[in-house]
């Protein structure tokens, strides 16, 4: 499996909250800008290499992600010792929370993506602004319209992302996380 996902270019990491390291195998290495060889991280190690708002990001999608026993996917922006942006990778892991450790542990993919160029019929017909732009879940209990408008009054409130769950187990929950568009 190794081979195959080296040939994609796809690098393996796992990140465990309750020991603090990030360990990525070689591949996952060369993508944050490090020798190509496997590597344990300290988190801050692993910080200093991704944009501080992608980093923020992070941990939202992720607590979104154990909410709805989903994957985590974000796209992280991968800075030099200068702060320069040298590349754009997705990232997509299953992360899971322990209770008794108090811990996320996570254990997913890095890959390379490239964003379309301006001008070109890719970048005329993509998306513009967040592609997070808006995600909802409603589970039983709530209805969806009581959602909608409740993002509808939040895209006045800035850039950062915004996640609210409420309800019971009685009533059922509504949660939602909205991040602006640029």
Same mark, same amino acid.
């Given at each position: ?11 393996? $990491?796992? $990140? ?5 390291? *990030? ?6 290495? +060369? ?17 200093? +290499?991704?944009? @501080? *708002? ?22 992280? /922006? ?16 299953? @992360? =899971?929370?322990? +209770? %008794? /450790? ?13 964003? @379309?160029?301006?001008?070109? @019929?890719?970048?005329?017909? %993509?998306?513009?602004?967040? $592609? /997070?732009?808006?995600r909802e879940a409603f589970l039983?209990g709530r209805g969806a319209g009581?959602? +909608? ?18 309800? =019971? /187990?009685?009533?059922? $929950? ?9």
């Amino acid at each position: 499996m190794g081979e195959a996902l080296a040939a994609l270019a796809t690098g393996l $990491w796992h $990140w465990d909250t309750a020991t603090g390291l *990030v360990t990525v195998d070689a591949e996952a290495a +060369r993508l944050l800008g490090l020798p190509a060889e496997q590597v344990s991280l300290t988190e801050a190690q692993a910080r200093a +290499r991704l944009h @501080p *708002v992608d980093w923020n990001e992070i941990t939202g999608v992720i607590q979104l992600a154990v909410a709805e026993g989903t994957l985590a996917e974000v796209r992280i /922006r991968i800075m030099d010792e200068q702060g320069r942006i040298v590349r754009i990778v997705r990232s997509r892991s299953k @992360p =899971s929370f322990d +209770r %008794a /450790r108090k811990a996320y542990r996570l254990i997913g993919t890095l890959q390379e993506v490239t964003e @379309p160029t301006p001008g070109t @019929p890719a970048g005329r017909s %993509a998306v513009t602004g967040d $592609w /997070r732009r808006s995600r909802e879940a409603f589970l039983p209990g709530r209805g969806a319209g009581a959602g +909608r408008g409740a993002l509808r009054r939040r895209r006045s409130c800035g850039s950062r992302p915004i996640c609210r769950c409420r309800g =019971s /187990r009685r009533t059922g $929950w509504r949660c939602s996380v909205w991040r602006a568009t640029g």
